[in-house]
Protein backbone atom coordinates (compact mmCIF):
# COMPACT_ATOMS: atom_id res chain seq x y z
CA UNK A 1 0.00 0.00 0.00
CA UNK A 2 1.39 3.50 -1.16
CA UNK A 3 2.04 6.23 1.88
CA UNK A 4 -0.97 7.65 0.07
CA UNK A 5 -2.87 5.23 -0.33
CA UNK A 6 -2.66 4.77 3.70
CA UNK A 7 -2.63 8.25 4.33
CA UNK A 8 -6.33 8.34 2.70
CA UNK A 9 -7.60 5.28 4.52
CA UNK A 10 -6.19 6.89 7.82
CA UNK A 11 -8.43 9.67 6.67
CA UNK A 12 -11.18 8.11 6.13
CA UNK A 13 -10.69 6.22 9.73
CA UNK A 14 -10.09 8.81 11.79
CA UNK A 15 -13.02 11.02 10.38
CA UNK A 16 -15.10 10.97 13.57
CA UNK A 17 -11.72 12.63 15.84
CA UNK A 18 -11.38 15.29 12.50
CA UNK A 19 -15.05 16.53 13.39
CA UNK A 20 -14.22 16.95 17.03
CA UNK A 21 -11.15 19.18 16.64
CA UNK A 22 -12.74 21.22 13.95
CA UNK A 23 -15.75 21.53 16.03
CA UNK A 24 -12.53 22.92 18.78
CA UNK A 25 -11.29 25.31 16.40
CA UNK A 26 -15.22 26.61 15.83
CA UNK A 27 -15.88 27.19 19.49
CA UNK A 28 -13.27 29.71 19.78
CA UNK A 29 -14.98 33.13 19.09
CA UNK A 30 -12.09 34.46 16.95
CA UNK A 31 -13.69 37.91 15.67
CA UNK A 32 -11.33 39.67 13.86
CA UNK A 33 -12.82 43.37 13.87
CA UNK A 34 -14.11 43.39 17.15
CA UNK A 35 -11.53 44.43 20.07
CA UNK A 36 -13.42 42.68 22.63
CA UNK A 37 -11.97 39.49 21.05
CA UNK A 38 -8.47 39.99 20.55
CA UNK A 39 -7.88 37.44 23.41
CA UNK A 40 -10.11 34.81 20.97
CA UNK A 41 -8.11 35.45 18.20
CA UNK A 42 -4.94 34.86 20.02
CA UNK A 43 -6.69 31.52 21.62
CA UNK A 44 -7.65 30.26 17.94
CA UNK A 45 -3.90 31.20 16.81
CA UNK A 46 -2.64 29.18 19.28
CA UNK A 47 -4.63 26.48 18.31
CA UNK A 48 -4.28 25.96 14.94
CA UNK A 49 -0.32 26.43 15.86
CA UNK A 50 -0.51 23.45 18.26
CA UNK A 51 -2.51 21.57 15.55
CA UNK A 52 -0.43 22.69 12.64
CA UNK A 53 2.58 21.21 15.14
CA UNK A 54 0.89 18.22 15.76
CA UNK A 55 0.41 17.65 12.09
CA UNK A 56 4.04 17.35 11.43
CA UNK A 57 5.51 20.98 10.83
CA UNK A 58 8.43 22.43 11.75
CA UNK A 59 9.55 25.93 13.40
CA UNK A 60 5.57 26.69 14.16
CA UNK A 61 5.59 30.52 15.05
CA UNK A 62 3.26 32.90 15.89
CA UNK A 63 4.28 36.20 14.25
CA UNK A 64 3.14 39.47 15.75
CA UNK A 65 1.99 42.40 13.94
CA UNK A 66 -0.02 45.65 14.33
CA UNK A 67 -2.84 43.54 15.33
CA UNK A 68 -3.27 40.06 15.09
CA UNK A 69 -0.83 37.44 14.76
CA UNK A 70 0.32 35.09 11.57
CA UNK A 71 0.76 31.46 12.35
CA UNK A 72 3.93 30.07 10.30
CA UNK A 73 4.86 26.36 10.35
CA UNK A 74 6.75 24.14 7.24
CA UNK A 75 7.19 20.50 6.65
CA UNK A 76 10.05 20.28 4.36
CA UNK A 77 10.64 16.91 3.23
CA UNK A 78 12.97 17.32 0.04
CA UNK A 79 14.83 19.75 -1.75
CA UNK A 80 13.68 18.27 -5.38
CA UNK A 81 9.97 18.10 -4.95
CA UNK A 82 7.66 21.22 -5.28
CA UNK A 83 6.89 22.93 -2.65
CA UNK A 84 3.22 24.34 -1.70
CA UNK A 85 2.38 27.54 0.11
CA UNK A 86 -0.65 26.70 1.83
CA UNK A 87 -3.34 29.78 3.22
CA UNK A 88 -6.39 30.11 5.46
CA UNK A 89 -7.31 31.95 7.50
CA UNK A 90 -8.52 31.73 11.20
CA UNK A 91 -10.20 34.56 11.85
CA UNK A 92 -14.07 34.90 11.82
CA UNK A 93 -16.93 37.53 10.88
CA UNK A 94 -19.26 39.24 13.73
CA UNK A 95 -22.46 37.01 14.02
CA UNK A 96 -25.35 39.85 14.14
CA UNK A 97 -27.82 39.51 14.22
CA UNK A 98 -27.06 36.78 16.57
CA UNK A 99 -31.04 36.52 17.54
CA UNK A 100 -31.40 34.91 13.80
CA UNK A 101 -29.43 31.65 14.56
CA UNK A 102 -31.15 28.75 15.69
CA UNK A 103 -28.22 27.15 17.71
CA UNK A 104 -25.71 29.66 19.18
CA UNK A 105 -22.44 30.40 16.79
CA UNK A 106 -19.78 29.23 18.74
CA UNK A 107 -21.74 26.17 20.32
CA UNK A 108 -21.07 23.85 17.03
CA UNK A 109 -23.50 21.68 16.03
CA UNK A 110 -24.29 19.16 13.31
CA UNK A 111 -27.24 18.72 12.14
CA UNK A 112 -28.60 16.79 8.68
CA UNK A 113 -24.64 16.58 8.36
CA UNK A 114 -23.89 19.94 8.82
CA UNK A 115 -21.83 21.47 11.14
CA UNK A 116 -23.64 25.20 12.35
CA UNK A 117 -21.33 27.37 13.72
CA UNK A 118 -20.12 30.71 12.57
CA UNK A 119 -16.36 29.62 10.70
CA UNK A 120 -17.33 26.84 10.05
CA UNK A 121 -16.74 27.08 6.23
CA UNK A 122 -15.41 30.29 6.11
CA UNK A 123 -12.82 29.89 6.30
CA UNK A 124 -12.49 27.56 9.68
CA UNK A 125 -13.47 24.28 8.21
CA UNK A 126 -11.89 24.69 5.00
CA UNK A 127 -8.52 25.18 6.22
CA UNK A 128 -9.00 22.19 8.87
CA UNK A 129 -8.88 19.97 5.74
CA UNK A 130 -5.26 21.19 4.75
CA UNK A 131 -4.27 20.27 8.13
CA UNK A 132 -6.22 17.06 8.52
CA UNK A 133 -4.06 15.85 5.25
CA UNK A 134 -0.84 16.87 6.38
CA UNK A 135 -1.76 15.03 9.48
CA UNK A 136 -2.94 12.13 7.60
CA UNK A 137 0.46 11.47 6.07
CA UNK A 138 2.25 12.08 10.08
CA UNK A 139 -0.38 8.82 11.11
CA UNK A 140 0.82 6.67 9.04
CA UNK A 141 4.30 6.92 9.54
CA UNK A 142 5.09 8.88 6.87
CA UNK A 143 5.73 12.52 5.26
CA UNK A 144 3.69 14.57 2.63
CA UNK A 145 5.36 13.56 -0.77
CA UNK A 146 5.74 17.87 -1.56
CA UNK A 147 7.02 20.37 0.89
CA UNK A 148 4.71 22.84 2.78
CA UNK A 149 4.57 26.32 3.74
CA UNK A 150 1.81 26.91 5.40
CA UNK A 151 -0.03 30.73 6.54
CA UNK A 152 -2.96 31.00 8.39
CA UNK A 153 -3.84 34.80 8.91
CA UNK A 154 -6.16 36.32 11.55
CA UNK A 155 -7.48 39.99 9.48
CA UNK A 156 -8.79 38.44 6.35
CA UNK A 157 -12.23 39.18 7.11
CA UNK A 158 -11.17 42.81 7.81
CA UNK A 159 -8.99 43.60 5.24
CA UNK A 160 -5.46 41.66 5.83
CA UNK A 161 -4.28 45.37 6.75
CA UNK A 162 -1.38 44.00 8.36
CA UNK A 163 -0.25 40.90 5.60
CA UNK A 164 1.46 42.53 2.93
CA UNK A 165 3.98 44.02 5.05
CA UNK A 166 4.52 40.55 6.38
CA UNK A 167 4.70 38.62 3.34
CA UNK A 168 6.98 41.19 2.18
CA UNK A 169 9.51 40.72 4.92
CA UNK A 170 9.31 37.16 4.56
CA UNK A 171 9.81 36.84 1.25
CA UNK A 172 13.29 34.88 1.77
CA UNK A 173 11.72 32.07 3.08
CA UNK A 174 8.23 31.64 0.98
CA UNK A 175 10.07 30.14 -2.26
CA UNK A 176 7.16 27.66 -3.56
CA UNK A 177 5.93 26.65 -6.89
CA UNK A 178 2.54 27.42 -6.77
CA UNK A 179 0.09 28.00 -3.59
CA UNK A 180 -3.20 26.64 -2.52
CA UNK A 181 -6.18 28.10 -0.91
CA UNK A 182 -9.67 26.53 -0.16
CA UNK A 183 -11.91 29.37 0.96
CA UNK A 184 -14.21 29.30 -2.08
CA UNK A 185 -17.13 27.60 -2.81
CA UNK A 186 -18.10 24.26 -5.40
CA UNK A 187 -20.63 25.12 -7.67
CA UNK A 188 -23.40 22.65 -6.01
CA UNK A 189 -23.42 19.54 -3.41
CA UNK A 190 -21.35 16.85 -5.39
CA UNK A 191 -19.94 19.39 -8.03
CA UNK A 192 -16.81 20.51 -7.56
CA UNK A 193 -14.88 23.48 -8.88
CA UNK A 194 -11.89 25.63 -9.29
CA UNK A 195 -12.00 28.66 -9.20
CA UNK A 196 -9.87 30.52 -11.46
CA UNK A 197 -10.27 34.13 -10.60
CA UNK A 198 -11.96 36.45 -7.71
CA UNK A 199 -13.07 39.83 -7.80
CA UNK A 200 -11.44 42.47 -6.06
CA UNK A 201 -12.76 45.10 -3.55
CA UNK A 202 -12.74 48.66 -2.41
CA UNK A 203 -14.87 49.60 0.49
CA UNK A 204 -15.23 53.35 1.32
CA UNK A 205 -17.62 55.35 4.05
CA UNK A 206 -19.26 58.45 2.65
CA UNK A 207 -19.80 61.22 4.83
CA UNK A 208 -22.61 64.04 4.00
CA UNK A 209 -22.18 67.05 6.26
CA UNK A 210 -25.46 70.03 6.41
CA UNK A 211 -25.67 72.31 9.46
CA UNK A 212 -23.25 72.42 12.12
CA UNK A 213 -25.63 70.13 14.15
CA UNK A 214 -29.23 68.67 14.11
CA UNK A 215 -32.15 71.37 13.57
CA UNK A 216 -35.59 71.27 14.06
CA UNK A 217 -37.44 70.14 10.74
CA UNK A 218 -40.63 72.44 11.64
CA UNK A 219 -37.94 75.27 11.84
CA UNK A 220 -35.96 74.99 9.70
CA UNK A 221 -36.89 72.14 7.40
CA UNK A 222 -37.60 73.56 3.88
CA UNK A 223 -35.17 76.49 3.72
CA UNK A 224 -32.25 73.88 3.96
CA UNK A 225 -31.04 70.94 1.48
CA UNK A 226 -31.33 67.72 4.00
CA UNK A 227 -28.14 65.81 3.91
CA UNK A 228 -30.02 62.41 3.92
CA UNK A 229 -31.65 63.47 0.91
CA UNK A 230 -28.49 64.43 -0.15
CA UNK A 231 -26.38 61.15 0.05
CA UNK A 232 -29.89 59.46 -1.71
CA UNK A 233 -29.53 61.46 -4.44
CA UNK A 234 -25.72 60.83 -4.91
CA UNK A 235 -26.31 57.31 -4.21
CA UNK A 236 -29.05 56.81 -6.88
CA UNK A 237 -27.20 58.98 -9.60
CA UNK A 238 -24.43 56.26 -8.95
CA UNK A 239 -25.93 53.44 -11.46
CA UNK A 240 -28.00 53.98 -14.45
CA UNK A 241 -30.88 52.52 -15.39
CA UNK A 242 -29.29 49.71 -16.70
CA UNK A 243 -27.49 48.86 -13.54
CA UNK A 244 -24.06 49.69 -15.00
CA UNK A 245 -21.68 52.16 -12.42
CA UNK A 246 -22.04 55.68 -13.68
CA UNK A 247 -18.78 56.98 -12.21
CA UNK A 248 -16.55 58.17 -15.07
CA UNK A 249 -13.04 55.94 -15.45
CA UNK A 250 -14.79 53.04 -13.68
CA UNK A 251 -14.58 50.71 -16.76
CA UNK A 252 -11.85 51.74 -18.23
CA UNK A 253 -8.95 48.90 -16.54
CA UNK A 254 -11.64 46.32 -17.09
CA UNK A 255 -10.03 43.06 -19.23
CA UNK A 256 -13.13 41.79 -20.88
CA UNK A 257 -13.42 38.66 -21.05
CA UNK A 258 -12.24 36.47 -24.16
CA UNK A 259 -15.08 34.14 -26.23
CA UNK A 260 -13.73 31.04 -24.75
CA UNK A 261 -13.93 32.39 -22.03
CA UNK A 262 -17.47 33.32 -22.42
CA UNK A 263 -18.07 30.09 -24.09
CA UNK A 264 -16.99 28.22 -20.69
CA UNK A 265 -18.46 29.97 -18.05
CA UNK A 266 -21.67 29.80 -20.68
CA UNK A 267 -21.08 26.22 -19.83
CA UNK A 268 -20.84 26.27 -16.12
CA UNK A 269 -24.51 24.53 -14.42
CA UNK A 270 -25.56 27.77 -12.70
CA UNK A 271 -28.67 27.07 -10.19
CA UNK A 272 -31.01 29.92 -11.47
CA UNK A 273 -33.77 28.16 -8.97
CA UNK A 274 -31.35 28.51 -6.35
CA UNK A 275 -29.94 31.88 -7.02
CA UNK A 276 -33.93 33.00 -7.05
CA UNK A 277 -34.87 30.97 -4.10
CA UNK A 278 -31.76 32.96 -1.82
CA UNK A 279 -32.37 36.54 -3.36
CA UNK A 280 -36.10 36.93 -3.99
CA UNK A 281 -35.40 38.31 -7.88
CA UNK A 282 -35.27 35.42 -9.23
CA UNK A 283 -34.72 37.40 -12.75
CA UNK A 284 -31.66 38.87 -11.26
CA UNK A 285 -30.81 42.56 -11.69
CA UNK A 286 -27.59 44.44 -13.31
CA UNK A 287 -26.58 44.88 -17.00
CA UNK A 288 -28.03 43.05 -19.61
CA UNK A 289 -25.36 42.75 -21.55
CA UNK A 290 -24.15 40.01 -19.22
CA UNK A 291 -25.10 36.62 -17.97
CA UNK A 292 -25.63 36.17 -14.28
CA UNK A 293 -22.88 33.86 -13.94
CA UNK A 294 -20.72 37.14 -15.82
CA UNK A 295 -22.31 39.67 -13.70
CA UNK A 296 -21.41 37.97 -10.68
CA UNK A 297 -17.83 36.80 -11.41
CA UNK A 298 -16.20 38.75 -14.29
CA UNK A 299 -18.01 42.14 -14.16
CA UNK A 300 -17.38 45.15 -11.40
CA UNK A 301 -20.23 46.22 -8.75
CA UNK A 302 -20.81 49.08 -6.85
CA UNK A 303 -22.91 48.43 -3.30
CA UNK A 304 -24.43 50.55 -0.90
CA UNK A 305 -23.76 48.25 2.44
CA UNK A 306 -25.47 50.30 4.83
CA UNK A 307 -26.56 53.84 5.39
CA UNK A 308 -27.78 55.60 8.24
CA UNK A 309 -28.71 59.41 9.27
CA UNK A 310 -30.94 60.94 11.35
CA UNK A 311 -33.87 59.40 13.82
CA UNK A 312 -33.75 55.73 14.00
CA UNK A 313 -35.25 54.80 17.56
CA UNK A 314 -38.82 53.68 17.86
CA UNK A 315 -41.78 56.23 16.90
CA UNK A 316 -41.05 59.56 15.34
CA UNK A 317 -39.02 62.26 16.09
CA UNK A 318 -38.94 65.48 13.75
CA UNK A 319 -35.12 66.01 12.99
CA UNK A 320 -33.42 67.37 10.34
CA UNK A 321 -30.42 65.63 10.61
CA UNK A 322 -26.69 67.30 10.67
CA UNK A 323 -24.92 64.53 8.59
CA UNK A 324 -25.61 61.21 6.55
CA UNK A 325 -23.74 58.28 6.32
CA UNK A 326 -23.01 55.23 3.57
CA UNK A 327 -20.62 52.06 3.47
CA UNK A 328 -19.93 51.91 0.00
CA UNK A 329 -18.21 48.48 -1.16
CA UNK A 330 -17.22 48.28 -4.95
CA UNK A 331 -16.36 44.86 -6.42
CA UNK A 332 -12.97 44.72 -8.70
CA UNK A 333 -12.22 42.49 -12.06
CA UNK A 334 -8.76 42.60 -13.56
CA UNK A 335 -7.31 45.32 -13.66
CA UNK A 336 -8.75 47.15 -12.24
CA UNK A 337 -6.91 49.24 -9.08
CA UNK A 338 -8.80 49.35 -5.50
CA UNK A 339 -7.40 52.80 -4.72
CA UNK A 340 -8.37 53.92 -8.16
CA UNK A 341 -11.51 53.07 -7.89
CA UNK A 342 -11.69 54.69 -4.79
CA UNK A 343 -10.39 57.83 -6.11
CA UNK A 344 -13.02 58.18 -9.20
CA UNK A 345 -15.67 57.10 -6.75
CA UNK A 346 -14.45 60.12 -4.27
CA UNK A 347 -14.03 62.34 -7.47
CA UNK A 348 -17.38 61.83 -8.93
CA UNK A 349 -19.69 62.24 -5.48
CA UNK A 350 -18.09 65.49 -5.03
CA UNK A 351 -19.50 66.44 -8.22
CA UNK A 352 -22.77 65.12 -7.64
CA UNK A 353 -22.91 66.81 -4.42
CA UNK A 354 -25.86 69.45 -4.26
CA UNK A 355 -25.13 72.89 -2.97
CA UNK A 356 -25.79 73.46 0.76
CA UNK A 357 -23.85 70.13 1.67
CA UNK A 358 -20.68 69.18 1.70
CA UNK A 359 -19.11 65.26 1.15
CA UNK A 360 -16.13 63.11 2.68
CA UNK A 361 -14.79 59.74 1.17
CA UNK A 362 -12.91 57.93 3.38
CA UNK A 363 -11.10 54.63 1.91
CA UNK A 364 -12.03 51.95 4.65
CA UNK A 365 -9.96 48.89 2.96
CA UNK A 366 -9.32 47.16 -0.68
CA UNK A 367 -7.98 44.44 -2.40
CA UNK A 368 -6.86 43.33 -5.73
CA UNK A 369 -8.80 41.45 -8.35
CA UNK A 370 -7.04 37.73 -9.03
CA UNK A 371 -6.78 35.55 -12.34
CA UNK A 372 -5.13 32.75 -12.27
CA UNK A 373 -3.41 31.42 -15.48
CA UNK A 374 -5.73 28.78 -16.47
CA UNK A 375 -2.77 26.53 -17.75
CA UNK A 376 -0.85 26.02 -15.16
CA UNK A 377 -0.44 22.28 -14.74
CA UNK A 378 -0.92 22.19 -10.90
CA UNK A 379 -4.90 22.42 -12.33
CA UNK A 380 -4.87 19.22 -13.76
CA UNK A 381 -3.46 17.95 -10.22
CA UNK A 382 -6.24 19.81 -8.54
CA UNK A 383 -8.48 18.83 -11.09
CA UNK A 384 -7.93 14.86 -11.21
CA UNK A 385 -7.78 15.19 -6.97
CA UNK A 386 -11.22 16.53 -6.87
CA UNK A 387 -12.17 13.68 -9.41
CA UNK A 388 -10.78 11.23 -7.02
CA UNK A 389 -12.65 12.64 -4.03
CA UNK A 390 -16.03 13.74 -5.42
CA UNK A 391 -16.46 10.86 -7.80
CA UNK A 392 -16.55 14.34 -11.01
CA UNK A 393 -14.46 16.36 -13.02
CA UNK A 394 -14.84 20.34 -11.56
CA UNK A 395 -15.46 23.20 -13.38
CA UNK A 396 -13.44 26.19 -13.43
CA UNK A 397 -15.69 29.09 -12.35
CA UNK A 398 -15.04 33.12 -11.31
CA UNK A 399 -16.34 34.05 -7.98
CA UNK A 400 -17.64 37.07 -6.98
CA UNK A 401 -16.02 37.14 -3.39
CA UNK A 402 -12.43 38.28 -2.78
CA UNK A 403 -9.45 37.08 -1.09
CA UNK A 404 -7.09 39.79 -1.57
CA UNK A 405 -4.21 37.14 -0.39
CA UNK A 406 -4.53 35.98 -4.31
CA UNK A 407 -3.12 38.84 -5.90
CA UNK A 408 -0.67 39.75 -2.62
CA UNK A 409 1.17 36.04 -3.69
CA UNK A 410 1.01 37.19 -7.43
CA UNK A 411 2.91 40.34 -6.91
CA UNK A 412 4.81 39.80 -4.15
CA UNK A 413 5.93 36.60 -4.79
CA UNK A 414 5.28 35.50 -8.59
CA UNK A 415 2.79 32.12 -7.08
CA UNK A 416 -0.07 31.59 -8.90
CA UNK A 417 -3.15 30.12 -6.47
CA UNK A 418 -4.99 26.71 -7.15
CA UNK A 419 -8.09 27.65 -5.23
CA UNK A 420 -9.83 24.57 -3.82
CA UNK A 421 -13.08 25.30 -2.54
CA UNK A 422 -15.17 23.36 -0.33
CA UNK A 423 -17.96 25.74 0.80
CA UNK A 424 -21.90 25.54 -1.00
CA UNK A 425 -23.19 28.47 -2.34
CA UNK A 426 -25.98 28.36 0.73
CA UNK A 427 -23.29 27.58 3.31
CA UNK A 428 -24.29 31.60 4.86
CA UNK A 429 -21.26 33.01 4.74
CA UNK A 430 -21.09 36.07 7.24
CA UNK A 431 -24.78 35.20 7.94
CA UNK A 432 -26.92 33.74 10.55
CA UNK A 433 -26.49 29.77 10.86
CA UNK A 434 -23.06 29.29 8.93
CA UNK A 435 -22.71 25.81 8.09
CA UNK A 436 -20.07 23.46 6.70
CA UNK A 437 -20.95 20.38 4.74
CA UNK A 438 -19.25 16.89 6.47
CA UNK A 439 -19.37 15.45 3.58
CA UNK A 440 -17.21 18.31 1.59
CA UNK A 441 -14.99 18.48 5.01
CA UNK A 442 -14.28 14.64 4.47
CA UNK A 443 -14.10 14.27 0.78
CA UNK A 444 -12.03 18.19 1.05
CA UNK A 445 -9.54 16.26 3.44
CA UNK A 446 -9.47 13.49 0.66
CA UNK A 447 -9.10 15.84 -2.23
CA UNK A 448 -5.60 17.60 -0.40
CA UNK A 449 -4.13 14.27 0.19
CA UNK A 450 -4.48 12.88 -3.47
CA UNK A 451 -3.54 16.67 -4.62
CA UNK A 452 -0.56 16.30 -3.01
CA UNK A 453 0.68 12.90 -4.16
CA UNK A 454 -0.78 14.49 -7.54
CA UNK A 455 1.45 16.84 -7.63
CA UNK A 456 4.55 14.71 -6.61
CA UNK A 457 3.87 12.42 -9.12
CA UNK A 458 3.72 15.39 -11.80
CA UNK A 459 7.12 16.31 -10.65
CA UNK A 460 8.27 13.00 -10.57
CA UNK A 461 7.46 12.12 -14.50
CA UNK A 462 8.52 15.93 -15.46
CA UNK A 463 12.54 15.14 -14.31
CA UNK A 464 12.03 11.85 -15.37
CA UNK A 465 11.73 13.27 -18.77
CA UNK A 466 14.23 14.99 -18.59
CA UNK A 467 16.89 12.71 -17.31
N1 LIG B 1 -13.90 33.48 1.84
C1 LIG B 1 -14.40 34.80 1.63
C2 LIG B 1 -14.44 35.20 0.18
C3 LIG B 1 -15.27 34.35 -0.73
C4 LIG B 1 -16.53 33.94 -0.37
C5 LIG B 1 -14.78 33.96 -1.95
C6 LIG B 1 -17.27 33.14 -1.21
C7 LIG B 1 -15.52 33.20 -2.80
C8 LIG B 1 -16.76 32.77 -2.42
C9 LIG B 1 -13.56 35.79 2.42
O1 LIG B 1 -13.37 35.38 3.76
C10 LIG B 1 -14.28 37.10 2.49
O2 LIG B 1 -15.30 37.18 3.10
N2 LIG B 1 -13.72 38.14 1.87
C11 LIG B 1 -14.29 39.44 1.96
C12 LIG B 1 -13.27 40.47 1.60
C13 LIG B 1 -12.34 40.86 2.70
C14 LIG B 1 -11.33 41.86 2.17
C15 LIG B 1 -13.05 41.42 3.90
C16 LIG B 1 -15.39 39.60 0.96
O3 LIG B 1 -15.36 38.99 -0.11
O4 LIG B 1 -16.29 40.39 1.26
MN1 LIG C 1 -12.79 33.42 3.84
MN1 LIG D 1 -15.26 35.87 4.84
Known amino acids: MSLATAALAHARADRDAALARLVELVSIPSISTDPAHAPDIRRAAEWV ?55 PPFTPTVRDGRLYARGACDDKGQLMTHLEALAAWRAVGGKPPVNLKVILEGEEEIGSPNLDAWVRAHKGELGAELAVISDT ?10 CYGLRGLAYVEIEVTGAPGDLHSGVYGGAVKNPASALAQIIAALHDDQGRVTIPGFYDAVVGLTDAER ?41 VNGIWSGWTGPGAKTVLPAKAHAKVSMRLVPDQSPHEAAAQLAAHVQTLAPAGVSVAVRELHGGWPARVDRGMPALNAAAAALESAFGRAPHLTLEGGSVPVVALFKQELGLDTVMLGFGLP ?8 EKFSLDNYFRGIETNIHFLANLAAAAQGAAGGRA
Open 49 to 103: AGRLRDAGAAGVRIDETARHPVVYGEVLVDAAAPTVLVYGHYDVQPVDPVELWDT
Open 263 to 303: ADLAAVPFDLGAFGQATGQAGGWGDPAYSIVERLGARPTLD
Open 185 to 194: AMLAPGQPSI
Open 426 to 433: DDNLHAPN
